[in-house]
């Protein structure tokens, strides 16, 4: 089979108990796509909890930060959008990771059609609602390795979401407020469990 050489994506969703995320970027570094995130190739299990990285080596907020840039540079962001049982779940940070997918025109790829979680705020609910046509849900999960490589070989190199400028400027706001969630004194790692990193 031939390999995807010279493309990276990166899979974000909510992790906790995802299995799939794991699975995938196995299935991806097989066919030679470079995967940025998750930086594990295993869930880590620390104090009871599972985490996408290792929270000794790397903050939350490094983490993130990377994560949200390899969003804006790379070929397609791909949504593992289930949580456990929950199909098609998206909370905060994935809906987050969808906007700055927007905000730099790259392909977005969802496991499922998008279920908002309740700590989704309404803003970020609408402008993935009104791109929905520019979707694309693919449940790579269940295709065969040549239908998991057409995937993404045959996305267009940009999409043109066509956010109106205070979208974009409502967009950027919210990743910073949560960028410096991160850096708060307040913050810790019980925040995790909402972002699922």
Avoid at 39 to 53: A, D, E, K, Q, Y
């Amino acid at each position: 089979m031939n390999r995807i050489l010279g493309i990276t994506v990166q899979i974000g969703g909510p992790h906790v108990n995802n299995q799939t995320l794991f699975n995938l970027k196995r299935r991806f570094k097989s066919l030679g796509v470079i995967v940025s995130h998750p930086l594990s190739n295993n869930p880590i299990i620390m104090h009871g909890r599972r985490f996408t990285f290792n929270p000794q080596r790397w903050s939350l907020y490094e983490v993130e930060l990377d994560y949200f840039q390899s969003i804006a540079k790379n070929r397609v962001h791909i949504v593992c959008n289930e949580s456990g049982s929950q199909t098609g779940f998206i909370n905060q940070s994935t809906a987050l990771g969808i906007a700055q997918a927007f905000l730099h025109n790259k392909p977005v790829i969802l496991l499922h059609e998008p279920v908002f979680g309740k700590d989704v705020d309404l803003l970020l609910r609408e402008i993935i609602t009104k791109q929905k046509n520019q979707l694309r849900i693919y449940n790579l999960a269940k295709q065969i390795d040549e239908e998991l490589k057409d995937s993404i070989l045959h996305l267009p190199s940009s999409v043109e979401y066509q956010l109106t400028y205070l979208e974009k400027s409502l967009v950027k706001s919210r990743l910073k407020t949560y960028f410096r969630g991160l850096i708060s004194p307040s913050f810790s790692y019980r925040s995790l469990l909402a972002t699922g990193r």
